[in-house]
């Protein structure tokens, strides 16, 4: 079983400009989840999608981030602006049941893609 | 809110020599606490899910516990292929919960 892949890996860009991370979820996978983790600390959970509908953002900051998980599979998240604050590694996670069970299923996670902004 | 805290933020370990990571919880109504290992540029692996106080699970030389307010992951008789980061994660009933990480605990195990 192939597991979520995540691109790019690294990505080094200056303040104020945008930047685009792309991730592709275990296939059947119903559920998805993007997290920032900066160092030293654990994930924070930034959005879930269930297939292609927002099941939870409330700790996203919606005036510089967004995403889109069209066609319930694949996923992006964009900054634009980005700030200093900004640099983490945001990890991308899938798990396979939807609906209410979603949440206790084990999460598979990519490797991530590490954002460093100058 | 609800809130996880590990201990010790790091812990070194000589091989073979046993020991416990803490991590202690405040959530209204657990539904369940995670284990996940975190090696360096990779993302969290899946250990374990704990859902109820008393419940205990074993995956090789890893035992994850747990109470109402704390769950413990005991490794016995590490190997140096043991060291990394151990998160631990809790998810609440509430509408308004989601899954929250503590910091994790870096664990180290010397040949």
């Known amino acids: 079983e192939a597991g979520v892949a995540q691109s790019p890996r690294y990505k080094i860009i200056e303040k104020r400009q945008s930047v685009a991370f792309w991730c592709n979820p275990i296939?059947?996978?119903?559920?998805l989840y993007w997290y920032q983790q900066i160092l030293g600390q654990g994930p924070k959970l930034l959005i879930q999608?269930?297939?292609?509908?927002?099941?939870?953002d409330s700790q996203l900051p919606k005036d510089r981030f967004s995403a889109e998980r069209l066609k319930g599979v694949d996923s992006t998240l964009k900054i634009q602006p980005a700030k200093l604050e900004d640099s983490a590694v945001y990890l991308c996670?899938?798990?396979?049941?939807?609906?209410?069970?979603?949440?206790?299923?084990?999460?598979?996670f990519g490797d991530g893609t590490r954002l460093s902004i100058l | 809110e609800d809130q996880v805290t590990q201990s010790p933020e790091a812990l070194r370990l000589q091989e073979g020599e046993s020991s416990s990571l803490n991590c202690s919880y405040t959530?209204?109504?657990?539904?369940?606490l995670f284990w996940y290992r975190q090696d360096p540029g990779k993302g969290p692996e899946f250990l374990f899910t704990?859902?109820?106080a008393g419940e205990e699970k074993e995956k090789e030389r890893l035992k994850a516990t747990l109470t109402k307010k704390e769950s413990f992951l005991h490794i016995t008789a590490p190997k140096p292929e043991d060291s990394a980061t151990y998160l631990c994660?809790?998810?609440?009933?509430?509408?308004?919960?989601?899954?929250?990480f503590g910091s994790g605990t870096r664990l180290s195990i010397r040949p």
């Open positions: 996670a899938s798990s396979l049941a939807g609906g209410g069970r979603a949440a206790d299923q084990p999460q598979h």
């Open positions: 296939s059947g996978h119903a559920t």
């Open positions: 999608f269930q297939n292609n509908g927002v099941v939870d």
């Open positions: 959530v209204s109504g657990l539904r369940g």
């Open positions: 704990l859902y109820s």
């Open positions: 994660a809790v998810l609440g009933y509430s509408s308004a919960s989601k899954i929250i």
